[in-house]
Structures are given as structure tokens and as C-alpha cells.
């Protein structure tokens, strides 16, 4: 079996599961740093472009990182229609709040990240991601812990984007991703506001977080839709979840959409448009079934326990045999 | 930095490109052959069951299969409507044949592999693949060159089927994946017939490929659509292809579909209905513009480079990026 | 920075620590069983020839088993003088044997080995190992368990070579690496009789079980003698351990063993000869430093528990640094 | 198979051969800088403390470095027997300055290395390495190229040491492994000075370029002897060679040099005493014999091209087999 070239020598090893893991090659370090909070690398890779790395973990690459970034954002703010003001929780790239000031509509941005410094790398070492969103004045960086922001926030909010990372046990986010934690977010947004949830890996081995997390928006939110896209170097789909007091359209019209996109936002999109948008609300049946059959709840008392420091934790294998 | 539970010290390292690989963990090898064709492993992993492993590529597992078979088979014989005979090439897992068979209206099914071998083992280690599909009366195995058999047939099939290994360089299936092979399979189907072709991954760093492929078979078939979907062990979006005479609804109606199923088949679908039917036509932006601006076309003369051998080939880095 | 070709897709992954691992690319797989006892495959690699692989962990390979074999056997038949009978526990290659039955003075040696398969797999496959020592009549081939044949031999042998894997926790093994089998062992030796071990890998992350092993010899022989050789595809320099009640030279004259070895074996030694072995009685500092420190005794109340598992166990981290 | 713990998801994966790699697990980076000439990291790790990367090869790291930077000085120094001038090609780290300046002959030093902002690092990082030789009096750093500086020096050292890194294919420092700088080096010489080369692994399967750098000094220098030590992070035994005119003393009574050590350095040697050089100078047979039966000679038209880029280049896999 003659073999074939290999790109690199410094590898991050993501693991998935403890039997699958995929594997980074780094070409190149642009920046590293040790902050009070986490270990940052920003990271050239062979055929993904450049990449943020936090503890070790693959945050988001340019290569394709509109494969998240765009499914993140503008769902939330189609659903809303006409957002004015948005709370970005996380999101330390600037891609979040990139994708959220597209929007002619929004009038004042506000992005949470508890990293000055690794926002500041971003900022140097990261324009493919934020485009310069840091220098539009409707943005305001709030250096906090997104906690503290949803406790004391007297703002009621259009849109509330959560694009916290994986509530790994001990790690600094789990709690967000509770009950608790979306009734706050719940009682910050305007009356017509739309909450989105990161909500995790929906590849049948990882499922069953992300149908918990549905289930827990549901106990909170009148109306709440779960929705995936394929993110490759997350070698995973990953689940997004929509909360909202309104209904919300499962078979959006895409000429209505690509409609509002054209009138609302200064273009641009790589992935998402009207035709996307309805793909993306059809979930498949497993996913679908997963959520059905699921009564979970994820309290501060029994918060969520990502794979990712050994534990499988709230995996499934058993579901993925 | 504590670490993680690792589950397996067996590993297959997948290249997805030179600086990306994906590592399937081993736990337990059930099988293994070296046949006049290949090397073959049936081996155990910990998260995604049971896996054919063919010259140490990965085809297919039990934990995720569902995931791409079911959208090989079913849209193609939801096209046609009422399949009676069906032409399988490659599939030696049987779960393409499984898939097949579920449909009351098939008649006839020939599944054509070249390795008997392969097609034995797999009739012994993995039952949750084929169900017993081989038992029934309606397929016929042929253990013959794919090349062969589309260039004798006689028959005139309603769907041919496409589930060939990837056209790696000086592996056995590139010709397999040129205009002169489509045209060939276009004449061997039934003038409503539907041809479906497994197209490749459609990440970033490897939709030319995809892009190709499918303008390839637009200049064969008078109506071509491309669709995806998520398969996590090939820590890729999997593209597919249909190409067919007849004009294709890509709206179609989730209801009338699940009716459709419902009454044809004898059921048991895990990731297919009609609404997931309606998702895997809506493509995102960036796939439809890569198909649009394509203009490289496939033939014996020039045929398609996979990566998998030391070459990035049709790879495009450079849109990853 | 441009990558370089690599020859493999299958690979073992062996931690040397939980923060180091050796990974062995698998170019053919020659032969795979799972026996009452364990998983084995004999393998093909593309440095270092076959290789034989027990519950993932790597024996010995044609390559360097050189490096291991020959100052496994030699050291103690030398020592010895004139050794007519030899126990080999472990050692199901037949390499062992095949050092063994060098020595013209032998005339009865008997090899345990506990698992039938595994014997018949290398006697088919790894002709390179054991150079038809099977068929040497002086050789029998015991089936057994070792620790029921030191248990219950009748005979009394002039060497006995302990050759069996390392004492892994909840392996079958570790119970042979204590005090009470140390003991065995000598009752079962003739009055010069000479016992070695393989006692584990001397790098400085590595050396305490080694230092623990040797400590414990020392309340069972009179004289013990420590010694190393480096096994590149172990990743590790390898101790060994000799006992006896006769005094070691440790200075020996290069000239007479090279006579010794002329007259009384049929030759062939790839690495070992009298340069050799003062060579490898002449520890570096570091290794008699560890020796001459340790107490710990090794019992089968507190046996020894060798990483592999996922536990450092007797490793010693702090030292390594 | 139950797993084990890991304690890393960044690896550095070396490869020795294109089919083995040793993968060191990376827990916390200290330093990183990209110099004019190489990528640099200062990185720690679990086992083996904290290492010196260079261009993602690993140099040397605090757990093991003592295995390699007492054989590489001492045995060149001790052949001298009273070296009061030492010239250090390479050496940024500061081990090797580190075990010149023991010696309380020494009266100057000088270490050559063509990197500034490593050297800066290492000082600052690597403290446990260098040990403030840098603040030692007698040692002059000079930054310029090693080629440049045994073209100019008008000085004539008592012993040379040669500790640059692998002589890669264009890579900087190839030209320095060739017979016409062997012959530089010798004529920098003093009359009674000692040459000692890092000559490259002696593992089986990498050992031909050791051979052919010891048949090149053979050519310049009246004696030439080889030796090695092994570095359990290097996967692979390490072979250094004396060059000098006067002849060599390969069976120094360890007495002698015991009282050698204590009488003229300041002690505090890890692995290195009489017994260890006694060790060090009786080369395995296999090791002679590939030295014995080696012709070729490398010089500025042929040079070495040591692996490390993709081809195998001057390994001999044949011989490992």
C-alpha cells in the first residue's frame, strides 16, 4: 500500500468520542497566549485556513466557519424581521457579530466575550473573521462573564445569540445551557425577541445533548425549532435551537426570504438564503424522533456534562449502534 | 491540562486532505481477508458499531450507514415512482440492496460486486447491514466488474444505483465516474428510469469533485439534481446526484411523500420521510454557485483524481480558504 | 512547511506515557485470530518487517528483535558456562528458542507458552523469528500457564528465561514479577543456575519498575545483575535482570567470551558478542543511581502495576523531569 | 478493550521512518517565536518536561536531555584530557555550553549559533537546560553561521563539538556533515584536539547514515571512534564519533576516569562516569559491522540527506528487515 504526503507534524487531536477523533495539522502559529482565563492559539492550517484554538479545542477556522457562523445568526433574525438591538453572548471571533450587523435594521450590537486578550488576537490576527465588525459603532464589546451580562442587563433585547462553547464539566459555560439560564435570557428579550442556542453535535453518536437541550428550551419558550448544518472540521452536524414567543414558519417561503435578505441586510451570505433556510428547518427523522422521545431537563442542578474531558457523559452510544 | 479516556490503540487514519484526517478507533477485528482484490477488515469500533474496511478505507459503519443509504436509494425511487427493477453497482455490504428491497414494487434487483470474498464476509459479519436482503428472492448477486455488466446488460433497468468506492487514481472505479460510464448507464435505463450516483464529499476543501461530477452528468441526462447529507465517520457532507429524463419537483410535498412510502415500501426508514426529503433538495448557496461556475467535464480521457494517494487532485483548496 | 510522504493508513498507537506514544504504521495485515486468551495479529510494517501484536500491544518484530532477543538469552547461558537444560516462559514467537538452541551444549529446553494459536500463528507466519527452532528436537512446546509449570516442575534447570509480557494490572502476567515467583524460580534452578527477566523499559520516565524489580530479585538471589539494550520499535531502552548464586563478572574479557561463543554455539549472533557484553554490563549512573535507592518489593500482595491502562502506576513521572 | 487516560490533544508527530511515528504530547506552550530562520516553540510536556521545537523537530527536552548532552561532551573532553579552549557549533539550548563549562580546564568557550531570538528564548525559558552557562565568564555566545566561523577562526581549539541539527535535505546545516568540513574542522584543531560529531540515529532501520558519516571522518582524522547513548524522545539510539590523531582508548579503566572527572570538573553528572564511557565505547556488533562495511563518503557534491522530508533518503530499510 504506497501511502500518500502528509501536510504537517503538529497536530491537534480532537476527539469525539473516546474512538474517534479527528486530527488538525497546524502549518503554522500565528499567535499564542496564555490569558487569565485559557490557552489561545491562532493556527494556519493546510486546507482550512486559519483557526481559533481555545484549551486545546478547535473553535472555528475561515475555511469553514460560514457554515456556522451564517446558520447561527440569521434564522434568529428572519424570525424576528426587523431586529433592532442584539446581544451576542460569546463569539470572541467577531464572526457572530459580523453576520449580526449585515443587518441595515440593527441599531446597536452588543458581543460578550470574558477574553480581552483573546479578543485583541482576534481583532490582529483573525480580519478573514470579523471583517473589521469591531470598528462599526453599533458594536459594543462587553468584557464579562456572559452570566453576570444576563443577570444585571436592564436592556430588552430583539435577538439574544448564544455562541457560548461546549458545556464541558468544570468548564466555564455549562451553566448556560440550563433551565435557569433560559429564562433569563427569556425575560431580556422584547416581547417579539428571538433566542438561539449553539446547542451542540447532533451526529447519532452525540445526539442526545442536543435533543436535552431542545427539550429544556421547551419548558421555557412557547415555540422553539431545532435545526442543523454540517460544520467538516467539527467533524460532526451541528444543532442549532430556536426560541421564541411567536410561531415560527417551518416551510418559509425562499423568494419571500431572499426578499427580505436583499431589503434588510448589505448581502454578502456564502451559505444561507431562502432556499437554504427551508432545507435547513426540514430535520431529518432521527433527529426529529430523538427530540420526540426526550424529557430531560438540564437544571443548574443537573446541568449538562459534554464529552470532552473522558466522560462520555451525556452521549449515546447506544443510540448510535 | 488533566486529560481523556481513550477507548482503542487500533487506528485507521483517514486523510481527508493532507492536513486533515479523521481516526477511527478499533476495537475488535472480526474479520479479515486479503482477496485477489483488496484487503478487507470488518472490524468493531467503540461509538459507531460495526465497519467495512476496504484497502484501509472506510465504507461504511452500522452507527451511521442509515445516513447514506437511505438518501442513495430512496429519492431516486421516490422519482421514478414505481420501481420494478433495480441495478445496484458496488454496495457488497448489502445495505443499498436492504434499502432496495424495502420498496413492495421492486420485481427484480441485480447487485453487482467484483469480490466475492467481500460480499461473503459481509453476508456473515454484518446482518445489521443487510438484514438478510441477500435471502431474498428478489436480488440477484452478480459477482462481476461494474464496467462489464453496464456494457452487456440487456435489460432496461428503472433505477440504477451507484454505490461505488471513490475514484482514486489507478483504483478500480475512476472510469466509472466519466461521461462515456453515464451515458452508458443512461441507455441501460427505462425511459422514466432514474440514475443515482454517490458524488463525492462536498466540504469546502473537496466540492470540485462534486461540482464536476455533476456538471458531467448535465450533459448526459436532460434533468440533474444534486443533493447532501452528514455522515460523521466520513467527516464530510456526502454529495449525491440524480440524473434522469423526467423534470424533478424539488418542492415536493412532505405529506404526499410519507403517503407514497407508506404505501410502497414496507416501512422501517430511520432518517428518510417526506420532510427530510424536502431538506436534502434545498442545497446551500455555496454548493449550487460551485455547480453553476462549473464547466470541467469528466471523460475516460480525463478522468477524476481523488485525493486518497498523496495528491490533493480535484481538491480546491483555495475555495476552502 | 512541506509535508513528507508517510506509507501507512493503519497504525497501533502505543502510550508510553499517557503524554507519548510510539504509533506503528501497518502496511498488511498477515494474520489475525482471537484465541480464549486474547487478540493477535501478525502484521507487516514498512521499516521494520513483521511484527507480532498481542491485545494491541506490540511483542517484537523481525526488524530489531534482534536487539531484544540475543541479550536476553546470552547474558545467562554465558554466564552459566555450559547450560544443558533452559525453561523459556513466554516467548511465543520462538525467537527466544531459537537463541536458545544456538548453543550446542543444550539438550533439553522447554518452551511455555499459554496460548496454542498464538504458537501456530508465528510458526506459520514468522519463519524469520523462529528459523525452524520449532523443529529442533531438543525443543517442546509446553501449553500451559507459567505460573502452574514453575508450580509444579520436577526438573531442575541450569537457565530459566522469563520472557512473558509485561505486568499490566488485571493482566495475566503481573503475578510473575514478585518475590514469591522469584522464589520459584530458584527452587527449580540447579545449584549454578542462572534466572533472567525481562524487567521492563530503563528510560527515566520509565525506571521504576525496573529499579522496584531488580530490588526485589535482590531478597531472592545472592547476585543480580541488571543490564539495558535499546529497542527502537519498543520506544524505550529494555532492562533486563539476572539472578544466580554464583558471583557476576561484570568485567568479562571480550576475547574469551568471543572463544566461549565460537565453541560452544553454532553461531549467527547479530549483535551480541564479548565487546558487546561488557558493553551492556556497565549501567550508566543514572540506572544503578535508581537501583541502589529503591526498597520497594515487588509481592503478590502488592504486585507490580505497569502503565498501559490508563495509570502511570509505578511510573515515575517527577523523575523524568 | 477498556482504554487509558491521555493527557494531551496537541501532538507533535515525528516521523523516524514513513512508517513510524513517535508522537510527544504537548500540555502547555511557553514560548513560541517565528524567527528569520525557523519556527520556534519552548513547550511542556507531561513526562518529559519542557522541550526546544524547531521547525516542528523536536531538539532536546529537559526529562532526557542528560542521556544525550553528557555523551556528546565528556568523552571528546576526557580524550583531551586538559581542554582549555572548547568551540560549541549549534548548542542554542545551553545544555551543551552547560556540560563544557564542568570542566574547570576550560578557560573559553565558544557556542556558535546562527539564531538570536532562540537563544534569547532559551535562556528565558529553559533555565533547568543551560543553568546560567550563559552567565558564565569564559562562554562566548556568537551568533553567525557555524560554516562562516570554521571558515574565519584564527583560534585553534582543544575540542570541537559538532551539535547541529540533522543534516536534512535543505535544511541549513547538510554542508557541515561533509568530508571537506570534517577537514575544517580538524585544521581548527590543536594538535592534540578532539572532533566529536552528533552523528546521526543508529537505529536498524536509520542506520546507514550514521555509518557513512563515521567512513567520512575515517578519511580526515587518524582515529576515528564511534558510540552511542540512547534518548528515549528521539525513538532511536544516538550515535556520536570521536575524531582525533591521537589514538583512542576504547577500554579506559573507570577508575581512572572516575578520578579524572572528580579531579578537573565540578561534578554533578547524571549518567556519565568511568563505568558509563566503559559502556558507551563497546559498540553492538551489528552497529561495527555496518561501520565495516561502509565506502561511501559524503562531501559537498554528495551530501548526507537525512529523512525527515518526505524520502528515506540514506536509511537502509532493507537492512532492518
Known amino acids: 500500500m504506497p501511502g500518500g ?14 474512538w474517534d477523533f479527528y486530527a488538525h495539522g497546524i502549518t503554522r502559529v500565528l499567535a499564542y497566549r496564555r490569558t487569565p482565563f485559557q490557552e489561545m492559539y491562532i493556527v494556519e492550517t493546510g486546507a482550512y485556513g486559519k483557526a481559533l484554538v481555545l484549551d486545546a479545542k478547535w473553535q472555528s477556522c475561515t475555511g469553514d466557519e460560514f ?56 481583532r490582529e490576527h483573525l480580519v478573514e473573521m470579523h471583517q473589521n465588525a469591531f470598528d462599526d459603532p453599533r458594536l459594543e464589546v462587553v468584557i464579562d462573564d456572559a452570566l453576570n451580562v444576563l443577570d444585571t442587563t436592564a436592556h430588552t433585547w430583539d435577538v439574544i445569540i448564544s455562541d457560548l462553547s461546549d458545556p464541558i464539566e468544570d468548564g466555564p459555560s455549562f451553566k448556560l445551557f440550563t433551565k435557569e439560564y433560559f429564562e433569563k435570557a427569556r425575560s431580556a428579550l422584547s416581547p417579539d425577541g428571538v433566542f438561539v442556542l449553539q446547542a451542540g453535535p447532533v451526529a447519532p453518536a452525540e445526539l442526545t445533548m442536543h435533543a436535552r437541550l431542545v427539550c429544556t428550551m421547551k419548558t421555557v419558550f412557547d415555540h422553539v425549532q431545532s435545526y442543523s448544518t454540517h460544520v467538516p472540521t467539527y467533524a460532526s452536524s451541528w444543532g442549532f435551537a430556536l426560541g ?23 448581502g454578502g451570505l456564502r451559505m444561507l438564503d431562502g432556499v437554504t433556510l427551508l432545507g435547513l428547518f426540514q430535520l431529518p427523522v432521527h433527529i426529529r424522533r430523538a427530540i420526540a422521545a ?28
Open 67 to 122: 457554515l456556522y457562523h451564517e446558520p447561527l445568526v440569521h434564522p434568529a433574525m428572519l424570525l424576528h424581521g426587523s431586529p433592532k438591538s442584539v446581544l451576542i453572548l460569546g463569539g470572541g471571533e467577531g464572526a457572530t457579530a459580523r453576520e449580526v450587523l449585515r443587518w441595515k435594521t440593527v441599531e446597536r450590537a452588543a458581543m460578550v466575550d470574558i477574553d480581552q486578550e483573546v479578543v485583541d488576537a482576534c
Open 5 to 18: 504526503e502528509i501536510g504537517a507534524e503538529f497536530w491537534i487531536h480532537e476527539y469525539i468520542t473516546p
Open 294 to 321: 426526550e424529557t430531560h431537563i438540564y437544571t443548574l442542578k443537573k446541568p449538562p456534562k459534554f464529552f470532552g474531558k473522558g466522560t462520555l457523559a451525556d452521549c449515546a452510544p447506544g443510540e448510535a449502534r
Open 244 to 266: 421564541t414567543a411567536r410561531p415560527i414558519d417551518t416551510r418559509p417561503d425562499p423568494d419571500r426570504i431572499d426578499r427580505e435578505l436583499q431589503l434588510k441586510t448589505t
